[in-house]
């Protein structure tokens, strides 16, 4: 059975990473600097949480000792690093001394080149195991409120019931490259199962107009979004929702391709904050 680590699993991805594994065989582990009760929320919305065994632990200040005999208590196969923290280079040290066997997943963005470049420079000097994924913006009802989509959903759905002020949103003509988290998580998967280790872009690479995504999230609740929007130019579209992945590495190297996006997408964003539920 494989023993998976999952740094940061009480987030969107961890949650979602967490239920894939487990659903597939593995026994899962995860760390969270939040308390218990708060980490297991995402989970349990999941239905996991009784699977996940948590272990509080802040891996942006944690030392290497500690670093250490974590390894050397749970003995994973498999460390998923999502935490907010980008820096792998302590535990890239530890896998390299105490688990060379160990496999290592580190999500990036293009915003985090120290990652990458510290993940390539162990495994071609070292011969770890260790791969980063360059994530593009995705999203899904566990993401917080302030990502992109949900944000813009929520609003469209409180104009709906007559209880919401307007959408101040700019920059409708960005191109953005957005999907959908839980088919994310499984491309992780994918970049450790692999027979050679090298990093790749998880994303859609389908650039989609703003102004797109804000009109399908207000007529798909009968609204005309024009009615309903205030144009803010000092609004600013967040960094990683602007960057167009390339998707045919993920194609080619790993048989993986996000099939959720644009309206679909939205869609299914809406359909959940209809219902009040997270579709998980």
């Known amino acids: 059975m494989t023993l998976a680590l999952i740094v940061g699993g009480s987030g969107q991805d961890g949650a979602y990473l967490a239920r894939l594994l487990l659903a597939r065989g593995a026994n899962v582990f995860a760390t969270t600097r939040n308390t218990h009760a708060q980490a297991g929320a995402r989970l349990a919305i999941v239905g996991v949480a009784d699977a996940v065994k948590l272990h509080r632990f802040d891996a942006a200040t944690a030392t290497p000792d500690a670093m250490a005999k974590l390894l050397d208590t749970l003995q994973p196969d498999q460390i998923y690093h999502l935490a907010a923290s980008p820096d792998v280079t302590t535990w890239l040290q530890a896998i390299r001394d105490r688990a060379p066997a160990l496999r290592l997943f580190a999500a990036a963005s293009a915003a985090t080149p120290e990652a990458v470049a510290a993940v390539r420079q162990f495994r071609e000097s070292h011969g770890v195991f260790a791969v980063t994924g ?117 194609q080619t190297l790993l048989r993986w391709r996000a099939d959720t996006f644009g309206k679909d997408l939205v869609e299914t964003l809406c359909e959940a904050a209809g219902a009040g539920a997270h579709l998980a």
Do not use: N
């Not at 003509?173 to 027979?195: H, N, R």
């Open 134 to 250: 360059l994530l593009g913006a995705h999203e899904s009802r566990l993401a917080p409120p302030s990502a992109l989509l949900r944000h813009i959903v929520e609003a469209a759905h409180a104009c709906k019931h007559g209880g919401g002020e307007k959408l101040r949103i700019g920059a409708l003509d960005t191109l953005c490259d957005i999907g959908w988290a839980p088919e994310y998580v499984d491309a992780m998967t994918k970049m450790l199962s692999a027979s050679a280790a090298a990093d790749c872009a998880i994303s859609t690479g389908r650039p989609i107009a703003l102004q797109d995504f804000v009109a399908q999230a207000f007529d798909t609740f009968g609204l005309d979004w024009q009615a309903h929007v205030d144009i803010d130019p000092a609004f600013s579209v967040p960094a990683v929702a602007a960057v167009i992945g390339d998707p045919v590495p993920a």
